[in-house]
Structures are given as C-alpha cells and as structure tokens.
C-alpha cells in the first residue's frame, strides 16, 4: 500500500504566501503525475495543478503565475508554493498522486484559510 500525507496549510492574510509539501510512502514502484486538488465549502473538488516526473506542469487558470509546483523524484515529494494568496483561495488543498501500481491516490487534505 501506499499513502500520501500532506503538511504546511495555515491561516494567512491576503497577499500572503504558504508552501505546502506532501509526502509519499509505502511500497512505491513509480509515481507518474503528482499534484493538487482543493475543495472549497460547498464546492467541488478542483484541479490546481500537476507535474510529471519529467518536471512538465500545468495549473489551473485561476492560479498561474501565483502558484508553483515542484517535486524531488528521489524523495518522493510534492510542493505547492503559494504566492499572492486571495480569499477564493481557501479551501481543503489534496495532494495527488499516480501511483502507476497502485492507482491514483490523495491524502487527508491540509485547510488554507486566507483572510481578508
């Protein structure tokens, strides 16, 4: 089995910045995509960006330029840095993963809180 746990979410004002990481362990054969998703109240769960093993990335229109996702392959790690920071930030943020093997697996989410 694998599982995914995610740290680094807070309350922050406007303007303000967080960086998220997200760990991976367990059996691990590969880990194709990594990412994130969010979930805001009464929202659906969205896509705010993944990158490949190769380092490739993409991101949600509503975040580009503000966000930046990177990983370290050798450490089986995920980061979100997150600049900038508005109100309709805030949400539960998931961090993804493609375990090839294993499937697609998130974890238990951390709260980002971004005050006015």
């Known amino acids: 089995q694998v599982q995914l746990v995610e740290s680094g979410g807070g309350l922050v004002q406007a303007g303000g910045s967080l960086r998220l990481s997200c760990a991976a362990s367990?059996?691990?054969?590969?880990?194709?995509?990594m990412g994130w998703f969010r979930q805001a109240p009464g929202k659906q769960r969205e896509l705010v960006t993944t990158?490949?093993?190769?380092?490739?990335?993409d991101y949600a229109e509503s975040v580009k330029g503000r966000f930046t996702v990177s990983r370290d392959n050798a450490k089986n790690m995920v980061y979100l840095q997150m600049n900038s920071l508005k109100p309709e930030d805030t949400a539960v943020y998931y961090c993804y993963a493609d375990f090839g093997h294993w499937g697609p697996k998130w974890g238990q989410g951390t709260q980002v809180t971004v005050s006015s």
């Open positions: 990158i490949l093993g190769d380092g490739s990335t």
């Open positions: 367990g059996h691990i054969f590969d880990i194709k995509t």
